[in-house]
Antibody, heavy 119, light 108 residues
Framework: EVQLVESGGGLVKPGGSLRLSCVAS????????MNWVRQAPGKGLEWVGR??????????DYAAPVKGRFTISRDDSKNTLYLQMNSLTTEDTAVYYC??????????WGQGTLVTVSS | EIVLTQSPGTLSLSPGERATLSCRAS???????LAWYQQKPGQAPRLLVY???SRATGIPDRFSGSGSGTDFTLTISRLEPEDFAVYYC?????????FGQGTKLDIK
């Protein structure tokens, strides 16, 4: 069974940093392209970014609002995905989800972790 | 960037009725990269359909997805009380992997 478990959320002041983690199990993490998605309170879903598998280059893509501030990385030895968030603003307050999409198989979501940016 | 436009924004129906939700893309998408989700308050999104028309595991057969190119549809054949929620489409065909803005399905 595929499981994705996020952690690391919390309260941070504007301008601060936070690192989220997502531990994966139930599939071959090394081969997976992984994504982060967020949802601000009362708003819709917003894709944050993606990292390819190392065999596919390990490259990253980001949504415009987070580009240059957020960094996605992975540690395949720990089956863990990371989201490093810097220069946080109140607009980054959201529940953050890690998701895995596999064509012809489906989309798997974690339960999410809440990040609150407030002074 | 592929923009996904969902319509209607809100759909008011009664249990037992048929619901038809639309997701229109600004550019053509390979069908294997289109997914639909259901979300209820305080919960993570639940995958309903992937590959435009494949039901996810455990999803009742009253939910069906169809479409190709730029026009995709999620149909709920007979609404049950638990189906009233917000529905989103998402495309994985081209980065950024955008979402539609959502359709709220509420009880009439």
């Amino acid at each position: 069974e595929v499981q994705l478990v996020e952690s690391g959320g919390g309260l941070v002041k504007p301008g601060g940093s936070l690192r989220l983690s997502c531990v994966a199990s139930g599939f071959t993490f090394t081969n997976a392209w992984m994504n982060w998605v967020r949802q601000a309170p009362g708003k819709g879903l917003e894709w944050v970014g993606r990292i390819k598998s190392k065999t596919d280059g390990g490259t990253t893509d980001y949504a415009a609002p987070v580009k240059g501030r957020f960094t996605i990385s992975r540690d395949d030895s720990k089956n863990t995905l990371y989201l490093q968030m810097n220069s946080l603003t109140t607009e980054d307050t959201a529940v953050y989800y890690c998701i895995r999409y596999k064509p012809l198989e489906g989309v798997y979501w974690g339960q999410g972790t809440l990040v609150t940016v407030s002074s | 960037e592929i923009v996904l436009t969902q319509s209607p924004g809100t759909l008011s129906l009664s249990p037992g009725e048929r619901a038809t939700l639309s997701c229109r893309a600004s550019q053509s998408i390979n069908s294997i990269y289109l997914a639909w989700y259901q979300q209820k308050p305080g919960q993570a999104p639940r995958l309903l359909v992937y590959g435009a028309s494949s039901r996810a595991t455990g999803i009742p057969d009253r939910f069906s997805g169809s479409g190709s190119g730029t026009d995709f549809t999620l149909t709920i054949s007979r609404l049950e009380p638990e189906d009233f929620a917000v529905y989103y489409c998402q495309q994985f065909g081209s980065s950024p992997y955008t979402f539609g803005q959502g359709t709220k399905l509420d009880i009439k």
